[in-house]
C-alpha cells in the first residue's frame, strides 16, 4: 500500500522560509516520477514542482527561483524547499506520485498524471 505523508507545513510571514518532506511508503521514490501540488480556496490544484526519476525538474513559473524540490532517496523522501514566500503561496501543499515511473516535461506538473496522493499540509504565509 502506497502512503505519502506531508509535513513542515506551518504559519510564516511574507519572504519566510519553509520546508516541506513528504515520507514515502510502499512506493520507491528512486527512478519515478514525483511532485508538489497546491490548493487554494476557491482554485483548481496546481502543480508546483515535480521530480523524475532521472532528475529532470519541472517549476511553475510562480514558483522559479523561490522554490527547490529534492530528494533522498535513502531516506525515501521527496522535499520542497520555499523561500521569498508570498501571501499568494497560501494553499495546502500535497505530495503525489506516479504509478508508471515517468512523467516527462509536459506532464510532470498536472494533476492528473499523478496515481497516489497525500492529505496535504497547510502553508499559511501573512503579508
Known amino acids: 500500500q502506497v502512503q505519502l505523508v506531508e509535513s513542515g507545513g506551518g504559519s510564516v510571514q511574507a519572504g519566510g522560509s519553509l520546508r516541506l518532506s513528504c515520507a514515502v511508503s510502499?512506493?520507491?521514490?528512486?527512478?519515478?516520477?514525483m511532485g508538489w501540488f497546491r490548493q487554494s480556496e476557491g482554485k483548481e490544484r496546481e502543480g508546483v514542482a515535480a521530480m523524475d526519476g532521472d532528475g529532470s525538474i519541472s517549476y511553475a513559473d510562480f514558483v522559479k527561483g523561490r522554490f527547490t524540490i529534492s530528494k533522498d532517496n535513502a531516506k525515501n523522501t521527496l522535499y520542497l524547499q520555499m523561500d521569498s514566500l508570498k501571501s499568494e503561496d497560501t494553499a495546502m501543499y500535497f505530495c503525489?506520485?506516479?504509478?508508471?515511473?515517468?512523467?516527462?516535461?509536459?506532464?510532470?506538473?498536472?494533476?492528473?498524471?499523478?496515481?497516489?496522493w497525500g492529505k496535504g499540509t497547510l502553508v499559511t504565509i501573512s503579508a
Open positions: 503525489a506520485a506516479e504509478r508508471t515511473g515517468y512523467c516527462g516535461a509536459h506532464l510532470r506538473l498536472k494533476s492528473d498524471v499523478m496515481d497516489y
Open positions: 510502499g512506493y520507491n521514490i528512486r527512478s519515478n516520477c
